[in-house]
DNA sequence: TTGATAGGCAAGCCGAAACTTGCCTATGGT
DNA sequence: ACCATAGGCAAGTTTCGGCTTGCCTATCAA
């Protein structure tokens, strides 16, 4: 569960795709694709990007639907809610002013 | 930076070894390396457990300090603070009462 | 000083992950 | 009906991460 989503975190690629999420949700494919290129320069082929979607469809990150023939990538955030806590629960919470 | 940080956590083993900083803070190798093998039962050799603590540190999760042939780990906490904002930031934040 | 303890370095192995390539399915427009 | 668009599947390659093995250094205790 929990580790599904440290390692779709894990790839800078997969990063990228849920800022690009951020700034625009519901995107497809191929939206994606060309965002990756053009705004950042990295040479992928779309079977890339579809496996780095995959991935964070597993993990939880990415919920699609599909309309026809295009498929929409939403964010999903909640995954990324309790994941640090686990490790800053029970700390004494230093001077948060 | 950043990346650094998700690559270390993207490990199962390496996870472990923050929590067990989280139950006892500034053990020495040889005592993670105990707890790995007694409490959670994997049977990794003494260098793994280093290399993953090397990760660990690089990262900046973990701080040592040497005290003669003892070197302790401490957890640190930080950079997992800011982690999950990067995508969270401009969210609406949900009910926190 | 010798031995035991705590840790470090470096090369190598192996399996998983990222990416490619080639082909296939499905929907929509004209 | 036809073709272009949007996406999927599967095998192959290559790179990288985790782990081992073997040996070396440093500190402390007797």
Redesign the interface.
Known sequence: MA?DV??A??D?TR?LI??EL?ERNGQTLFEICGRLVTKHGLGLSRQAVSQHLAVLETAGLVITRREGRYKFHD?N?EP??H??G???G??APESTP
């Open positions: 580790d440290f390692k975190l894990a800078p990063r849920l800022d951020v964010l955030t990324l809610e994941i640090a686990r490790w800053l029970q700390k």
